[in-house]
């Protein structure tokens, strides 16, 4: 499995307030990109998986509320969680 526990806490303290702190936005940012990183590298390989592709574009519509939702609210932690993924506007 690629996204274990271990993996999750450590996205979540890096992002997050703690690694417990799972509902707040920059982790749930993070954790999406993370999962969205790895599905792009499946599709690379299987081309015809059309689940995985439609759960992709799921994943980066929910990603994308989330930046525009940090965007209305705190556009500097918005900046800083698009600056520290890589994430471009």
Excluded: P, W
């Excluded at 526990?5 to 954790?31: H, P, R, V």
């Excluded at 990603?63 to 890589?86: F, H, P, S």
Aim: without cysteine; positive net charge.
């Amino acid at each position: 499995m690629y996204l274990t526990t271990e993996k999750k806490k450590e996205i979540f303290k890096k992002y997050g307030k703690s690694e417990t702190d799972t509902g707040s936005s920059e982790g749930q940012i993070a954790l999406f990109t993370h999962r969205i990183n790895h599905l792009t590298d499946h599709l690379k390989n299987n081309r015809h998986d059309f689940n995985t592709q439609r759960s992709l574009v799921k994943l980066v519509g929910k990603r994308r509320d989330l930046l525009n939702y940090l965007t209305k609210t705190d556009i500097i932690r918005y900046r800083a969680i698009v600056k520290d993924l890589g994430l471009r506007k």
